[in-house]
């Protein structure tokens, strides 16, 4: 995998998904930040034949249709492409259920930027 792979990053906090969309850009990584599962989903079935995603950021609890929703969604039709789950409450109980869906690891907020860089990297190479 290269280093421009794709990430996108599903979080409803602009201010935080920016923060991390800056991180991982100045990473060498491409970024797409998204502030609702419906727009990401929409988003990967338009691109994803162009500029497919090797990467899922997603937060667990998104507008309108939560982050296990979007992860259920993105196990049926993306199931090769890794997804981190992420969440400020950060509760043990979140985390085993996140994993038991599908998703390959769980970030707690706040995201520190070395934890961030350390799980990509994983997920990617």
Do not use: N, W
Request: net charge negative.
């Amino acid at each position: 995998m290269s280093k421009s792979a794709r990430i996108m990053i599903v979080e409803d906090d602009r201010c935080i998904g920016e923060s991390m969309q800056d991180r991982l850009q100045s990473l060498g990584y491409d970024t797409v930040l998204m502030t609702d599962g419906y727009s990401a989903l929409a988003t990967m079935a338009l691109e994803h034949h162009r500029s497919p995603v090797q990467l899922v950021l997603l937060d667990l609890r998104l507008p309108g249709m939560d982050g296990m929703l979007v992860l259920g969604e993105l196990r049926k039709i993306y199931p090769e492409i890794p997804v981190i789950m992420m969440s400020a409450t950060a509760e043990r109980a979140d985390s085993l259920e996140a994993i038991k869906a599908g998703a390959q690891d769980f970030l707690a907020k706040p995201i520190d930027p070395r934890m961030l860089e350390e799980k990509c990297r994983k997920m990617l190479y």
